[in-house]
Each structure stands twice: as C-alpha cells, then as structure tokens.
C-alpha cells in the first residue's frame, strides 16, 4: 500500500518561506516522477513543480525562480522550498507520484494547507 503523506504548510507572510515536504510510504523509488500541484477555491488544479525519475524539473511559470523541487536519493521523499511567496500562492498543496513506465500506478497526498497573508 502506497501512502504519500505531506508537512510543511502553514500561514506565511508575503515575502515569506515554506517548505514542503512529502514523504512516500511503500514502493515508491527513483522509477517514479514526482510533482506538487495546489488548488485554490474555485479554480483549477494547478500543477506547480515537477521532478523526474532522471532528475529533471519543471516548474509553472507562476512559480518558477521562487520555487525549488528536490529530492532525496532513494527518490521517496520529495521537498518544495517556496521563497518570496505571494498572496496568490494561498492554496492546498499535494504531492503526486507517478511511475515511469506504468501511469496507472499514480498516486496523491492529502494536501497541506498554505495561506500567504498579512
């Protein structure tokens, strides 16, 4: 049974750092691609950062420069250090892992809460 199981949000003044992290119970390796999406009442899930199995990231245009996704070597824990966030930012961030080679084997986090306010 895979868990994937998030920490790290909270409330954060503009400006502000966080740091998500997202830990993988199970079978979880470096043959799975990990990503952190959020969603925010009333709009679309919206997909964040993204790390490969080979080590490459992607980040959402809205982040990119501000935001760092890493993780660990044994590929089951996967961070999101957030800098300079921003009110828009506000949202529930979960963590996605996906294998490689069978996309049916896809698995979400409950969400950890952030909210950037003064």
């Known amino acids: 049974q895979v868990q994937l199981v998030e920490s790290g949000g909270g409330l954060v003044q503009p400006g502000g750092s966080l740091r998500l992290s997202c830990a993988a119970s199970?079978?979880?390796?470096?043959?799975?691609?990990m990503a952190w999406y959020r969603q925010s009442p009333g709009k679309q899930r919206e997909l964040v950062a993204t790390v490969t199995s080979g080590g490459n990231t992607n980040y959402a245009d809205s982040v990119q420069g501000r935001f760092i996704i890493f993780r660990n070597n044994a590929g089951n824990t996967v961070s999101l250090q957030m800098n300079s966030l921003k009110p828009e930012d506000t949202a529930v961030y979960s963590c996605?892992?996906?294998?490689?080679?069978?996309?049916?084997?896809?698995?979400w986090g409950q969400g950890t809460q952030v909210t950037v306010s003064s």
């Open positions: 199970g079978s979880i390796s470096r043959l799975y691609h």
């Open positions: 996605n892992a996906r294998h490689q080679n069978h996309p049916q084997y896809d698995y």
